[in-house]
């Protein structure tokens, strides 16, 4: 059974930073495409990032800023942010599939989703 856990959400200062973890289960980690994306109320899923075994790729509204890494020893993927901006506010989802060619960030491709950890950034 496939699951992820995302933790590490919170309520930050603009400016500041935060560390998202997702714990993945149920499938071999270190092969897998993970993504991670986000969402606000009323407004479609979007790609922040995506790790696969030999690059990362980054949506340019956050390039620069947020990092994606990942321990395949402990099955987990990392989003650091910094320099968060009031607009980077959203329920962020950590997801996976098979495969890390092609479009990275459309939602659509990817085949297991973790609950979601809110960001939410304040002035």
């Known amino acids: 059974q496939v699951r992820l856990v995302e933790s590490g959400g919170g309520s930050v200062q603009a400016g500041g930073s935060l560390r998202l973890s997702c714990v993945a289960s149920?499938?071999?980690?270190?092969?897998?495409?993970m993504g991670w994306f986000r969402q606000v109320p009323g407004r479609g899923r979007e790609g922040v990032g995506a790790?696969?075994?030999?690059?990362?790729s980054y949506a340019d509204s956050v390039k620069g800023r947020f990092t994606i890494s990942r321990d395949n020893a402990k099955n987990t993927v990392y989003l650091q942010m910094d320099g968060l901006k009031l607009e980077d506010t959203a329920m962020y989802y950590c997801?996976?599939?098979?495969?890390?060619?092609?479009?990275?960030?459309?939602?659509?491709?990817?085949?297991?989703w973790g609950q979601g950890t809110q960001v939410t950034i304040s002035s």
């Open positions: 997801a996976a599939r098979t495969g890390c060619f092609g479009e990275r960030l459309l939602h659509a491709t990817y085949y297991y």
């Open positions: 149920g499938f071999t980690f270190s092969t897998n495409c």
């Open positions: 790790s696969g075994p030999l690059s990362t």
